[in-house]
């Protein structure tokens, strides 16, 4: 089996390529350099999936979001495999990783931003709501590692993850109708992909190994990029 420096290696580089090649992709759309696709952030009705237009006012765009946690999430790969004097797998062993879960709330940060944007919840506050809500279900993830009692704070934990998903679920009905490939957006990564980083963390506190974490790693890494490329690709594919 792979270990698990190699992989971190390999998922680095993969989502290196994948900055790299959104980076040339959003670059070469228009002749100015930046992205023609852009979402309004105040006053969007949930109807505004046409993002090519650009009316006055604040801005988010999407590909930047996109570029943002592919280009932490390589970097954070690759400090991993480098394990600076083993401050990586020292953590690993103690069975509390805080350095992914301050990468978790990074990257997965701009993730449920552009679910929010997508499922028309764009209004400014909401945004920040989602931004707040991620960085709290990271933090009980990382207590549910470090905590006597993990499985008390990992139920409380799923609370901001449920706040969340209600709320785009809630944007899409309130949507009328919204493209397909939002729902499969969605549904796929927001429900599926990221209902499986909770089920592995999960089935890791209730075996309390070590071998376990270690399968455990892997799971988070593999999650990670297959959640990333599919959610980059499809937002920078159809807008």
Known sequence: MISITKLHTYAGLLHGLNFLAILILALTRTQSGLPTYKLLVQNMTATSYDIAIEPTGRYVYPSYLILLYFAVTCLMHLAY???YRQWYSNQLSSGVVWARWVEYSITASPMQVIFFMFSGNAIETQIINAVMLTVLMMSYGALSEASPRPLLVYLIG????????????????????PPDWVYALVVFVQVILFGCFGAV???SIISNESPQRIKSERMY???SFVSKTIMGWIVIART
């Open 201 to 203: 963390r999960f089935f």
């Open 81 to 83: 495999a480098i394990d």
């Open 158 to 177: 799923i609370i901001p993850f449920a706040a969340v998903l209600a709320t785009t679920l809630t944007g899409l009905v309130n949507a009328g109708s």
């Open 221 to 223: 890494i593999i999650l």
